[in-house]
């Protein structure tokens, strides 16, 4: 699995250490307010689990699974949702939580859907940004790190269901999804 790593781009320590500052980010700002953190599996799965755990003020969590890619490279701008959020999200502090926005087609459409419940807000937080491949704007509040336009997995982020598991963020080898 590491053999098709073609270069590291984020450590394990890198990874922590900035989740740990959007931690402390997101705790100054949100202390005193109702906060539901709503993950977006399976790729914010890592990242999610190692945030809310520097988030020191109480919150609840929820999930939604959603899917565009299913095993494409690219978005197919369909997005499904698989599961919902299984509370009303009405007068609540929402903040989505994101492995990686590429084209923005994801969180846009998310983002336009929840609205609809009438949150008290809505605020994104991705770890990574690649916003040279962006198609629809999206405001994104807490950012870990932007990234160049090169095929990234790792900390919950899949090639076709596989390299979720890596501690750290690298690059895809290109033979590895080449010719496929
Ligand atoms: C990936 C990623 C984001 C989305 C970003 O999810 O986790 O959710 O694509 O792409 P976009 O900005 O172009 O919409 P994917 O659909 O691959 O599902 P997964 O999280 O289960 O891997
Ligand atoms: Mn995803
Ligand atoms: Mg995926």
Do not use: W
């Amino acid at each position: 699995m590491q053999n098709d790593i073609a270069r590291v781009l984020l450590t394990e320590e890198e990874l922590h250490e900035r989740v740990k500052a959007l931690g402390e980010a997101i705790t100054a700002d949100y202390k005193g307010k109702d906060l539901l953190v709503v993950g977006i599996l399976k790729g914010s799965n890592v990242f999610m689990s190692d945030l809310i755990r520097q988030i020191n003020m109480p919150l609840n969590i929820d999930f939604m699974i959603v899917s565009s890619y299913g095993n494409a490279t690219e978005s197919t701008g369909v997005v499904k949702i698989m599961k919902d959020i299984e509370q009303s999200i009405s007068d609540k502090h929402v903040l989505i939580v994101e492995d990686i926005i590429d084209s923005g087609l994801t969180l846009k459409y998310l983002t336009e859907m929840l609205n609809t419940r009438k949150p008290a807000s809505i605020k994104l937080c991705t770890l990574l940004d690649k916003p040279a491949r962006r198609k629809e704007n999206v405001d994104v509040d807490y950012v870990g790190f932007e990234m160049p336009d090169e095929f990234i997995v790792g900390y919950g982020i899949d090639y076709a269901e596989h390299y979720r598991n890596l501690p750290f963020v690298g690059i895809l080898k290109p033979e590895v999804y080449e010719n496929k």
